[in-house]
């Protein structure tokens, strides 16, 4: 109980300073452009985006892209259509680390958020990057913020 509500302050006060720090809205992320919006009105610098022909590229349906966001790395899925992204969800494990028949042995602990057709992946701890993440594209729904909160 005492975590849930850690949690719940934890992001609420990360929310107010991810929503002031960049000096723009963060609008809901649901594809590469907006995604890519969403990490720069957090006053981040968003590298080239290029396609990710290695880890995961046999497991979704689709490549992923890399996204570099002042210096922390994303891996972004856009899928064809909204219902497409639930079924890859369904392929993760609750903490992450498994997808599908497949175990990933991440460097850091992995969080998985999902709005509209896109899944984005960041396995990091720099808590701009995840805020920014809550915000525009809502909770975790698989893997876990750094520190087990």
């Known amino acids: 109980m005492l ?8 992001v609420a006060i990360s929310i107010l300073v991810v929503a002031s720090s960049g000096g723009g809205d963060i609008e809901p992320a649901d594809s590469y452009d907006t995604l890519s919006a ?10 080239d985006q290029k396609e990710n022909k290695f880890l995961f590229s046999d ?6 892209i890399e996204i570099t966001a002042s210096g922390q790395d994303l891996l972004a899925f856009e899928l064809a259509t909204i219902e497409k992204p639930e079924a890859q969800a369904a392929l993760i494990s609750e903490d992450g680390f498994g997808i ?39 909770e975790r729904f698989a893997g876990e913020s750094p520190g087990g909160l």
């Open 38 to 47: 969403a990490l720069e009105s957090a006053g981040m610098s968003v590298a």
């Open 59 to 64: 497991v979704f349906s689709v490549p992923g």
């Open 3 to 10: 975590r849930r509500i850690l949690l719940a302050a934890t």
């Open 100 to 138: 599908g028949l497949k175990y990933i042995n991440w460097i850091d602990t992995p969080q998985f958020f999902m709005n509209g057709r896109m899944i984005v992946i960041y396995d990091g701890s720099q808590s701009l990057v995840t805020d920014t993440l809550i915000t525009a594209m809502g």
